[in-house]
């Protein structure tokens, strides 16, 4: 596993630093000099579940872009390629870094060990996007009940003690926090030619489950958003196209921009939720389907 590498001591603030840091009440930024600086996550420590490879990875490079220093969780034995080109990013060109830590999201201890220890190695504990999940398509009469506990085990439980395992750090730490949960578009809607009842049911699961964080820790300063992506061209989806090859056009002609979107285009969403930018909005889903579900 890659080493922390030290970080340089950072500049001392200058007036406009120094007003903004630590306030308990939202900044004000009227009258700045900087570039929206309510973006900024410098010294910021998130973690990101589900990170090894595909959408996970791709909303850590925005905030490592943003400054953040960040850890990605997944259960793959090595991350994917690409990691190795985000986390070399990370250090020579981001002066930040990007660590990997093998864990599953249902193994709870470890899971809690491996939080606690990325928090105290810092000191703090600042955000985390939870992407880990998995997808199987069965139909419902054929679906068995070993599979849907599965499903529910990764997709809502693993979720669930994930950001609780994050939520305790941040409250020992008293700095509050944002937490993003990855729902899906097919949490409100049934797809049309995809039959996934359990995946649709757990990620109905998530947006609920968010909505009740967010009431039980907002008196710790802590947010917890959604963001529910519609179609993304990833590599499983396109194993998925050979398979079935009807829904490369079929699935596009079901929204209002006639395309099927990319990993990047989720990468401000996710700086927007993990910032101040978003200070004052938590409990919400952010729904990002190209208008799939707005028909």
């Not at 056009?249 to 990047?264: F, I």
């Amino acid at each position: 596993m890659e080493a922390n590498p030290p970080r340089p001591p950072p500049a001392a603030p200058d007036a406009e630093d120094a007003a903004l840091h630590h306030q308990k009440t939202a900044p004000t930024y009227l009258g700045t000099t900087k570039r929206l600086p309510e973006f900024n996550l410098v010294d910021k420590v998130v973690l990101v579940s589900g990170a090894g490879r595909g959408l996970g990875l791709v909303q850590a490079e925005a905030l490592l872009e943003a400054g953040a220093t960040v850890y990605a969780l997944d259960r793959l034995p090595e991350p994917s390629p690409d990691f190795a080109r985000v986390q070399k990013r990370a250090a020579e060109e981001l002066g930040t870094s990007l660590s990997y830590r093998r864990i599953d999201v249902r193994d709870v201890e470890a899971l809690n060990a491996t939080v606690a220890e990325i928090a105290d190695t810092h000191g703090r504990m600042d955000g985390l996007v939870a992407a880990a999940g998995i997808q199987q398509e069965t139909p419902a009469l054929e679906y068995t009940a070993k599979d849907c506990d599965t499903m529910m085990s990764v997709n809502v439980t693993g979720c669930f003690m994930t950001a609780q395992a994050v939520a305790k750090q941040m409250i020992r730490f008293g700095n509050g926090g944002s937490m993003v949960l990855i729902a899906s578009m097919s949490a409100s809607i049934a797809n049309k030619g995809l039959i996934c009842p359990a995946y649709n049911a757990s990620k109905a699961a998530v947006l609920q489950l968010s909505r009740n964080l967010a009431s039980e820790w907002g008196q710790y300063g802590i947010r917890v958003n959604t963001i529910s992506p519609g179609y993304i061209v990833t590599e499983m989806v396109e194993a998925l196209f050979v398979q079935y090859p009807e829904r490369r056009t079929d699935w596009p002609t079901q929204n209002m921009l006639g395309r099927l979107s990319k990993p990047e285009e989720y990468r401000g969403a996710a700086a927007f939720l993990i910032s101040d930018a978003s200070s004052f909005m938590t409990g919400s889903d952010l729904r990002i389907d190209g208008g799939h579900s707005a028909w």
